[in-house]
């Protein structure tokens, strides 16, 4: 079902890029915070499946489905992407070698707000193959800093999780940019990826009575920045948006896994293959139709057309890359247990 609701959130991501906003406040930030839950729980998921395997080998499968599982629908877009902008010449395009690698990277995209190491790319959108991506940079760097806390003692991560939010909460008081520090940025909101980890680790039995407590202490903790932020206007650059998105995702994500257990539902990696390639081929489409027509297009056309060619790409792309992920990783996982089982015997 998570599946599903991806395709969803990567579809409000691409209609608030055409300018539609719901009662004038920002779905697809409301989105991205989702997204951002969610990504915490399939890194648990991940951790937990390889839970058998030694902690070193544990961290390689981890890192090649990955990196697998982002970089080649997101190269095979940026490529066409910029095949476009150099045929076409569309936004004054620049691809001097520090751009190209800055956008191959994807996690200094994440930073682009600052002078260095941005360099000519800094504050220039036009430079960018693919400017949502920035997201992509935060998701990269949870992916690298979760599994360390997975595997730290839950005080650890509760601890990270208060320190995640007390960055938040100075971001939203205006003592630092709320923007970059409330939304963007790791240290601010790493407590959403957090929060993902605890309810996948609630839906395993695994979790403790403080990462519960915290969970809902964080709920409350959001709920006090909504009501701040609408009737207070205590608030920072997304606060609605951001805490809105927890106080619905945490929820629904929950609730969702829930149903997973009590019901088979078909064609699911197909459902979240198009909610990546929805996502990533949305903005370039935009500059297409804007290339053509001179005008923005409508959002019908905007999902339409991404869920079209999102369609191609998953067949072409992700579905193969899927099932050499499962290959790699069913590989690894055998050969790795006939380590175990023969040193077993040996023992014996």
């Known amino acids: 079902m998570t599946s599903y609701f991806r395709v969803v959130l990567a579809i409000l991501v691409a209609i608030s890029h055409v300018n539609v906003r719901l009662s004038g406040y920002n779905e697809g930030v409301w989105a991205v915070t989702v997204f951002y839950i969610l990504a915490g729980h399939v890194i648990q998921r991940i951790f ?37 902008l150099a ?26 707000m600052y002078d260095r ?12 193959f693919n400017p949502p991506s920035w997201s992509l940079g935060a998701e990269l760097q949870a992916y690298a800093v979760l599994p360390v806390l997975i595997l730290a003692p839950a005080s650890v991560r509760l601890i990270t999780l208060i320190i995640s939010l007390v960055v938040y909460s100075v971001a939203n008081l205006g003592i630092i940019h709320s923007d970059y520090f409330g939304y ?38 959001f709920m006090v920045w909504l009501i701040l932020a609408i009737f207070k206007g205590i608030k920072g650059a997304y606060t609605i948006e ?15 896994l829930e149903i997973k257990k009590l019901i088979k539902i078909p064609y699911t990696f197909f459902a979240s293959s198009l909610s990546y390639s929805i996502f990533l081929v949305h903005f370039p489409l935009i500059w297409l139709f804007d290339f053509i ?6 959002p019908l056309i905007v999902v339409l057309c991404s869920l079209t060619i999102s369609v191609v790409l998953a067949l072409v792309v992700e579905i193969p ?9 069913n590989g690894n996982r055998q050969q790795i247990r006939l380590t175990i089982s023969t040193k077993v015997g040996e023992h014996k």
């Open 48 to 84: 937990f499946s390889l839970q058998n395997i030694p902690i070193k080998e544990r961290i390689i499968i981890y890192a090649v489905d990955r990196l697998l599982r982002i970089f080649p629908l997101y190269l095979t877009v940026i490529v066409i992407t910029a095949f476009f």
């Open 87 to 112: 045929l076409t010449g569309y936004g004054d395009p620049h691809f001097p070698l520090i751009n190209v690698i800055l956008n191959i990277l994807i996690i200094p995209l994440n930073y682009y």
């Open 117 to 128: 190491p941005y360099i000519e790319i800094v504050r220039q959108s036009h430079w960018w």
């Open 184 to 221: 963007r940025l790791l240290p601010g909101i790493l407590s959403f990826f957090l929060s993902g980890v605890i309810i996948e680790r609630i839906q395993k039995g695994i979790a403790n009575r403080s990462e519960i407590g915290i969970l809902l202490g964080s709920y409350v903790f």
């Open 242 to 256: 951001t805490s809105l998105g927890f106080l619905l995702g945490v929820p629904l994500v929950y609730f969702l």
């Open 293 to 298: 027509t001179g005008t923005t297009p409508s």
């Open 321 to 329: 890359m899927f099932r050499i992920r499962k290959k790699l990783l």
